[in-house]
């Protein structure tokens, strides 16, 4: 096998990756892959895509097998080429982090968000010796097969995304690494990382895990109250766990016991009466979270000024808010404060809610925010609150009702 290690260097390069770090890599993959055929080929200059690609035409001109990047700004274990040989995988990485707070991991899954397309993951939950599918990786000791390359043809060559440094959120601002790792998604392959493959960065100090406070939850410009009507306490205290878990933003929580069995939609509308905030979630003790659920809709409305969100509770598809988020400025317009028409007790109250934010283009919606009800006892629908949605639908104008 012939294998090149390829270190772009942007000015310097550094002397502990150099003279002892680069020559332990070499001598440990040497010793444990006999036969094995190793070339070093660095490219200086402050245009680091461009230094890749000159070592990627060296590569592709010797009839290379495989690339090993590394950033001589890293130290790495000296076993990181005799493992992702191993490994079998076609491009596989190690796991290193940001040289500037919060230290985050160069490490990334897609998240939705156009203006921010990845997000990192929890790298300290990951046991010794996994392999991980990811969907973005940094540069520094990454591992490609020329095969990867030669697949991709005349999209194989390094570049940054179009608005890449440009000081305001846009779209395409993505690194030459990550442009990387969505081409070979695109071409069908697989981003692989090793748990065991951790690379430190050399900066004032080297900057490994111990750095990264974790994923700590994006705060909020404004209140978000989670109202929660239940007949089982002990079962929604279990839902608010998850609930919590999955938030990625803080929020109050409120379970609110309907002891007298007044219904749901005449519960949240008491609750909140008696509760401060900018956005209400109205949802249940049967509710479970996808990741990020309330970040994620919390940033739709803010970006598209809605009035009302609609989770994606797996059978709807944002067309109907059975689980919703609403502004509370918009809320108290409509029904004196409340947040649904008081003269339903357990259903259509949503539906209603939903063709008013229909009917002025306020009804928000992302299917990456997850909030679906498990009930496996799911009955019909109050028939009183069906027969007051009919005489009230006569009034909605310019709406089409998508729930007849």
């Known amino acids: 096998m012939r294998v090149c290690i390829g270190i772009p260097v942007p000015q310097t390069i550094n002397p502990d990756f150099a003279l002892n770090n680069l020559p332990q890599i070499i001598e440990y993959t040497k010793a444990h892959n006999p036969g094995i055929e190793l070339f070093t080929i660095h490219k200086g200059g402050v245009m680091t895509s461009s230094n890749r690609n000159y070592i990627l035409k060296q590569c592709l001109e010797k009839q290379i097998d495989a690339i090993l990047w590394l950033d001589c700004d890293q130290i790495y274990p000296a076993d990181i080429l005799d493992t992702f040989i191993k490994s079998g995988k076609d491009i596989i990485g190690s796991i290193y982090y940001r040289r500037s707070e ?178 209400y979630v109205y949802t249940a003790e049967d509710a479970y979270a996808g990741k990020s659920w309330l970040k994620l809709a919390y940033e739709a409305m803010i970006k598209y000024d809605g009035a009302l969100f609609a989770f994606n509770d797996g059978k709807y598809a944002g067309t109907l808010a059975t689980f919703g988020m609403v502004e509370a400025n918009w809320m108290k317009k409509n029904y004196e404060g409340n947040i649904f028409y008081p003269g339903y007790h357990s259903h259509y109250g949503d539906t209603e809610l939903t063709m008013l934010a229909l009917g002025e283009k306020k009804l928000i919606y992302d299917p990456n925010s997850v909030l679906i009800e498990v009930d496996y006892k799911k009955h019909g629908v109050n028939i009183d609150d069906k027969k007051l949605y009919n005489q009230r639908k006569l009034t909605f104008k310019n709406v089409p009702d998508l729930f007849a």
């Open 102 to 279: 919060p230290f985050s991991p160069v490490v990334y899954v897609y998240s939705g968000n156009p203006t921010h397309p990845y997000r990192t993951i929890d790298t300290k939950s990951l046991q010794k010796g996994q392999i991980v599918e990811v969907d973005g990786i940094g540069f520094g000791g990454m591992f490609v097969k020329m095969d990867v390359y030669k697949k991709m043809g005349p999209d194989m060559w390094m570049r940054y995304g179009r608005n890449f440094g440009i000081p305001v959120e846009m779209t395409d601002q993505e690194s030459h690494d990550l442009i990387f790792c969505k081409t070979a998604h695109r071409y069908g392959f697989k981003i692989h990382i090793h748990s065991s493959i951790r690379a430190a960065h050399i900066g004032e100090m080297l900057i490994t895990e111990e750095n990264w406070k974790g994923n700590e939850p994006e705060k909020s410009k404004h209140k978000i109250a989670v109202i929660i009507p239940s007949i089982d306490v002990v079962r929604a205290n279990k839902t608010i766990n998850q609930l919590k878990a999955k938030a990625d933003i803080p929020a109050d929580y409120y379970i609110v016991e309907d002891k007298m069995r007044t219904g749901f939609m005449k519960t949240i509308n008491q609750a909140v009466k008696d509760i401060q905030a900018d956005y």
